[in-house]
């Protein structure tokens, strides 16, 4: 499984859901969306209702040659598949493409008129969706140019288009992608390319229904082919080498079999032998071999998907699309947790928990966070945040699964923003300036002290039951809140300074506060639809967080509520008071977990957690309506360029950034052509 982020169309600001309930995986998010931008570009570029970033890949200069090209190899071999997701989404997808990719280089007439404009926004959305059908809602795009104007360019241009590819351009052909509408046909209303046109729900239903797999270790049937029919009888062109998307599939192998060589153990050596073996054999016994091998493989510093994987795009849920994302371990921030890691009983000894609350032996939570250094396929260039696999649910009960976050696309989400609605919802300079300077360090920790100590911490007393049994439906926010908790109230801490792991707990401490307080009572409200009440557990646990200590510190004025021009701030007078507050809350929330007193864990989330005073969600709305940004994102790929001798061999990889999307776009046209245009 993937996170991707979702957007609705309040959150026209690059703010994000993921659209898992694995609660986990959110919280790299948990930092507001307001973010500093470094000296670092993430913005590329914007058109239709797409916003184009760029990410960096941390870590990549620490690797030594053979990681590198070993880096290199697994990301080419990802790009040679590029082709396969285009004809996977839509059969005239590659056609298109071609088509309008030939204009754009060569047509001489005037580029600047409007209609030059549509069509290149067009061509742009095709290369952003893989196709022709949008990446999110799955409708068809339209033109904003005339027929006769298209027609003009491609004569003017010698490109051929015509029949079914040219008209479905215009027409109300193939007008959904994925059609999850049953009246409509699920597969006859979906323009995917999973099933010969001519086959039903139902017949593809039947068909592999008969395909009897064993009970105990089930195949994924039917992931890597189409069902077409053959006189009349239906039957699968499977994707493999010498079959159905061969050509690809041979580039493909070459670059594994060149990664293969240079890998870092034996296990991803071996991993690889199956990959190969089953893009030579489309045997899906030995890509759950594989499986097994890239589950346990854990070794080493770099990662990586290949193959046909998710299988959203398919109504029926058979088919896999092809992607690839090729990872590195995050050095900086698995030292920082590795530090937490060690350190795990002196942050329990010494945490605000009722003594008998504590864990006598705590182990700290492991939490993988990786940069990304290339994707494809149907993981670029909208991207997703987080991994989770295998798929298969017997392997991952039997030998294990691997979940990460891609911490430098999170990274360049975050950062995207810019500074502008930091500075609205912030008090004063003094405020943006410690957010500018320790925002993201303190976001980082927070996060790292979160996953490793916060979610390992606390005990439940002999006799009562699990919290998901005591707690209900509210046993997550409060889950999210004792981590948070945690992490707040170490945050300010000089045993971070002391295990190197912060450079200023003062600083850190203040940015932490400052921005979690600023989003738990602020800015997080701008995810939300006016009128509604917080759902989600992370919001509605950061909420109750801000809200608890606001009241409770009223008396002392540890939190003022100010009024400036009509607009709301909250500013924090007394963090060493807050503090201790947090303490209070953790030691509250841990004792309601550990008794198992439902009663008081939810009048805890329902006073504070729930309801948004109508007032403020409606000013915060209004605030940032200001800030006007398309409402989805995805990445160009930075590009690795290898260095060669005399004798052309590697001698060094270097990581540069793309110009534009466009050159990317028409440089992975050019490099990366595998398949014909009908397959
Ligand atoms: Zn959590």
Redesign the pocket.
Known sequence: MKYKYILSAILVSSLFFISCNT??KK?ALNAEQEKVTSDFNYNAEQFADIKILRYQVGGFDELNLQQKKYVYYLTQAGLAGRDIMYDQNYRHNLKIRRALENVYQNYTGDKNSEDWKKFETYLKRIWFANGIHHHYSNDKFKPEFSKEYFDTLLKETNTALAGEAYDVIFNDADAKKVNLNADKGLLKGSATNYYAPDITAEEAEAYYAKIKVDKNTPIEKGLNSKLIKENGKLTEKVWKSGSLYGASIDKIIFWLQMAKEVAENENQAKGLDLLIKYYQTGDLKIWDDYNIVWAKSTEGDIDYINGFIEVYNDPKGYKGSYESVVQIKDFDMSKKMEALAHNAQWFEDNSTLMEEHKKKDVVGVSYKTVNVAGEAGDASPSTPIGINLPNNNWIREKHGSKSVSLGNIIEAYNNAGGTDRLKEFAFDENEVKTEEEYGQLADKLHTAL??VI??ASGKINDGIGTPKETMKNYASTL??AR?DLVGLYYLPDAKLVEIGISPNAEAIGKAAYDGYIRNGLLTQLIRLNFGDDIEEAHMRNRQLVSAWVFEKGAKDNVIEKVTRDGKTYFVIHDYTKLRALFGDLLKEIQRIKSEGDFKAGKALVETYGVKVDQAIHKEVLERNSQFKSAPYSGFINPVLVTETNDAGEITNIVVTQPESFTGQMLEYAKNYTTLPDEN
């Open positions: 609660a986990d919280e979160h996953e916060g979610h889950e999210e981590a």
